[in-house]
């Protein structure tokens, strides 16, 4: 384990934790504690965040956690609590651009209102932009990665850089970096997302329609 960071606290903008439960973070709400958490405020508060790490300090991206279970025991290092409410979307040349820690369901209707449809599966999707990168994830049979134009990571050393998916092997519920090991010392931060120009109206009513048929079929 690593010396204590408490001193982290008093220097990075965002929210730190100490001993932070994570049965907060997660959609069971049971787990143990993270030695550290930190939510950052934005791209370069997490920049700063990793270039101040100890370099063996264990290190773990939660978004919504709706796909993880965190042991009794914890988890002993620093966790990014990567989810945001109020994360950056926006409309660029022709593709849906969503940070990582944007909800799914918040990106299907972000471009529902700007007229494309092909996003509604992802309002069935309970995690966030960041998780469905990371796992490919899918339903009623969309996957993530089949609109993925480029995405945004960021490394230990706390570089930003734009990946395509050139770089990365997929399958179902799967993606790996081929060079390097998503997850470990490079984690997604953003996505530029491909879809059909099409009607507003129609794409709305899709999403309702499918988050109908999960409240139906799932708990």
Not at 136 to 162: K, L, P
Not at 195 to 206: E, I, K, L, P, W
Request: glycine content about 12%; some cysteine.
């Amino acid at each position: 384990m690593t010396e204590p960071l408490n001193f982290l606290g008093a220097q990075l903008p965002g929210q730190w934790f100490d001993n932070e439960s994570m049965a907060k973070h997660v959609s069971w709400r049971a787990g143990g504690k993270a030695t550290h958490a930190y939510a950052p405020r934005g791209l370069a508060d997490l920049s700063v965040l990793l270039r101040s790490l100890p370099t063996d300090e264990p290190v773990c991206f939660v978004g919504l956690g709706s796909n993880l279970l965190v042991r009794d025991g914890g988890f002993e290092g620093t966790v990014v609590l990567l989810h945001n409410t109020h994360g950056h979307m926006a409309f660029e040349q022709g593709l849906i651009y969503a940070e990582a820690g944007v909800a799914c369901p918040k990106a299907a209707r972000f471009a529902a209102l700007q007229g494309y449809e092909g996003a509604e599966f992802l309002a069935g999707i309970p995690g966030t932009i960041g998780g469905a990168l990371a796992m490919n994830a899918g339903c009623y049979g969309s996957e993530t990665w089949s609109h993925v134009a480029r995405v945004q990571t960021i490394r230990r050393d706390g570089t930003v850089t734009e990946r395509t998916p050139a770089d990365f092997k997929t399958g179902y519920r799967h993606v790996e970096l081929l060079d390097g090991k998503i997850g470990a010392d490079e984690w997604f931060v953003g996505v530029y997302l491909r879809f059909t120009r099409g009607d507003s109206a129609t794409a709305r009513a899709h999403i309702k329609a499918l988050l109908e048929k999960r409240v139906a079929t799932q708990p």
